[in-house]
């Protein structure tokens, strides 16, 4: 890491380190269906290639930009989302400062990031990974997999819609192209292997890695495309269903070790998630709600009613709420639980102290 990157305190610069390779071919079979034509080539050292001629995954868990604003060029996209950030926020994002290594970054830990707002720090943090990428270069090529005339990313979504922020925004044609390695054909496995290592999936990223995971081991010629639905959420739920879908006997621990989780419980919950109701799904998504958080959220409810965070309450139902956090989580409780869990319950409580905040400040 670069003085520069160390001087913004990024730990979770994807731009760093390579596990595609890591994520061995003997994880699990390679997707035998796919919701577009993959052609099969013999796989190439990393070249750059035109960003213009690559596409992300339709079905990639992880969502870069929020749902609302996924249409049109990288570029379209990121300019609609900066300018609601901006305008929810009432100040300018300064993007380009950041990339330029101008304004100094901290992690997301509630102590840095200029006093950034929850809003504000996906915007921040693909802004630092585009100015890693132009202070050190791109050590991590993304890699992709020929689909018809271009080529469909298999890891690297974040890396490539930097490239395009570097392309649109400040460098121009030195960004036009980005080193790539072409793979033979797409693999989940080492998909989600490099989800699970770089910066971490929220609730519904993971609850799409899993759903995707356990169609790979049951085959996908059980399942219909992505494109035979009119709501995403609607492909991934087509193996909500436990009892009809279990994990296949002894593939327990292979889906454990791909998302990370030291316990299939921990599938069991987020595999839970795929059956909320859409607008629960898309809230979740879009604020990187927490699966503990999620819980408490009733089935199908408005998601206004369960997370409005912004809404005055009467005072006198604070210590009230003070009861409610005890009971919700006992320290021996907290113990307990693996790291995942207990990094989800912290988010949570992180949440409600939030909201405590909002009620005090409302008076």
């Avoid at 979770?12 to 577009?36: I, K, P, R, T, W």
Wanted: glycine share 8%.
């Amino acid at each position: 890491m670069s003085d520069a990157a160390r001087k913004r305190g990024v730990k979770y610069d994807e731009n760093l380190f390579d596990v595609g390779a890591a994520a061995s071919e003997g994880f699990g079979h390679d997707m035998g269906y796919s919701a577009v034509e993959i052609q099969t080539k013999e796989i190439l050292r990393a070249k750059p290639i035109d960003i213009f001629s690559v596409k992300p995954n339709p079905m990639q868990p992880r969502r870069v930009v929020p749902s609302r604003h996924r249409e049109g060029t990288v570029l379209e996209q990121i300019k609609r989302w900066l300018a609601e950030v901006e305008h929810g926020t009432g100040r300018a994002l300064p993007l380009m400062d950041v990339i330029k290594g101008e304004v100094e970054l901290r992690t997301a830990d509630g102590n840095g990031d200029f006093g950034a707002a929850p809003e504000e720090l996906p915007l921040l943090r693909l802004a630092d990974l585009a100015a890693s990428i132009r202070q050190d270069g791109l050590t991590n090529p993304i890699t992709v997999v020929k689909s018809g005339d271009e080529f469909l990313i298999e890891t690297g979504e974040r890396r490539w819609m930097a490239y395009h922020l570097l392309n649109g925004i400040v460098d121009g044609d030195a960004y036009a192209a980005i080193p790539a390695r072409r793979m033979a054909e797409l693999n989940l496995w080492r998909q989600a292997s490099e989800n699970s290592a770089r910066d971490a999936l929220n609730a519904i990223a993971r609850a799409r890695q899993i759903a995707l995971l356990l169609m790979d081991l049951h085959g996908w010629g059980k399942f219909a495309p992505i494109e035979s639905f009119g709501h995403e959420q609607d492909f991934y739920a087509q193996v909500a269903d436990a009892n009809r879908w279990r994990i296949p006997y002894g593939k327990s621990e292979q889906l454990c070790l791909a998302c990370g989780f030291e316990n299939a419980s921990r599938i069991r919950q987020y595999r839970a998630l795929l059956k909320l109701s859409r607008e629960q799904w898309t809230y979740a998504d879009d604020h990187d709600i927490s699966e503990f958080e999620i819980r408490g959220w009733a089935p199908g409810k408005s998601v206004t009613a369960v997370t409005n965070s912004q809404k005055p309450a009467d005072s006198s139902k604070i210590p009230g709420a003070f009861k409610r956090l005890e009971r919700h989580l006992t320290e021996s409780e907290f113990q307990m639980m693996d790291k995942a869990q207990q990094a989800g319950a912290i988010e949570w409580l992180r949440a409600q102290l939030k909201r405590l905040e909002d009620w005090h400040q409302s008076g």
